[in-house]
């Protein structure tokens, strides 16, 4: 096969490591080779290994945990292929943020439509820019209510040692049940392009996060620039 139809480097990345979890030489519990050994192993840069980790985090493969290194799951569950944008946010460390903003606000109408509150409820905003190697990869902002954020670290500005979710249901007890997301592609704001430094097409994902009972936690925004990310999936035909 040609070249050109070979998959990117990233993704090849991913495939070896998939088999090798899949063979067993990476059993679940276990820590994956560090980024430094793979780098060296697999003859690709830092950069590629890394796009492939948060990937293959994306998809269940495996977790991350700062500090750390990444530690196998196995197979997901679900399709291999999926990617869910709002679930790998709310479950995101933040220890990879290049910058963390939180402010006090009045929702703004789409983001009232969100949570199912009336427009200009004051509302808690936490936004966060999120790295790829040396080059900002993603604008994230979530929203939450002022009664779900008492109590808990998300008006700080340090960085949460866990993810947002995880954080929720340790401090508030609170338990996400599923998340509903709008996917569009667009050129992105003045803002957006000066946070992101690009000038790409963007990928922006509205989300809300949702109880067992389809009541609203939170709601959440995620800008991705177009040219590194792709996003796809795999289902069954019957």
């Known amino acids: 096969m040609g070249k050109e139809f070979q998959p990117p ?16 030489v990476y059993g679940p519990g276990e820590t994956l080779p560090s980024e430094t050994e793979l780098v060296r192993e697999l003859g ?10 948060q ?11 700062h500090g750390r290194g990444s530690f196998v799951k196995g197979r997901p569950q679900s ?15 933040e220890a990879a943020a290049a910058d963390i903003n939180v402010q006090r606000l009045a929702a703004s109408r789409p983001v009232a439509r969100l949570l199912g509150i009336a427009e200009r409820t004051p509302v808690v905003a936490r936004r ?3 790295m790829q190697g040396d080059r900002p990869s993603s604008l994230q902002t979530m929203w939450f209510p002022l009664e779900l954020a008492l109590g808990t670290d998300l008006e700080r500005v340090d960085p949460l040692r866990m993810g947002v979710r995880q954080h929720l249901q340790a401090i508030k007890r609170v338990r996400v049940d599923h998340v509903v997301e709008r996917l569009a592609a667009r050129k992105p704001s003045k803002e957006e392009s000066e946070l992101l430094e690009t000038t790409a097409p963007v990928l922006a994902v509205l989300a809300s996060v949702h109880d ?12 991705l620039p177009g040219d590194l990310h792709e996003l796809q999936d795999v289902y069954q035909v019957d």
Not at 55 to 65: P, S, V, Y
Request: glycine content about 8%.
């Open 9 to 24: 480097k990233y993704a090849q990345v991913m495939t070896a490591i998939q088999e090798r979890i899949e063979s067993g």
């Open 55 to 65: 990937t293959l985090a994306m998809q269940g493969w495996i977790t991350r945990e």
């Open 212 to 223: 067992p009972s389809g009541t609203p936690l939170f709601a959440m925004s995620v800008v």
């Open 44 to 53: 690709v840069g830092r950069t590629t290994v890394v796009r492939a980790l």
């Open 128 to 130: 966060r820019i999120m």
């Open 79 to 93: 399709p291999a292929d999926q990617v869910r944008p709002g679930l790998t946010v709310a479950d995101e460390i």
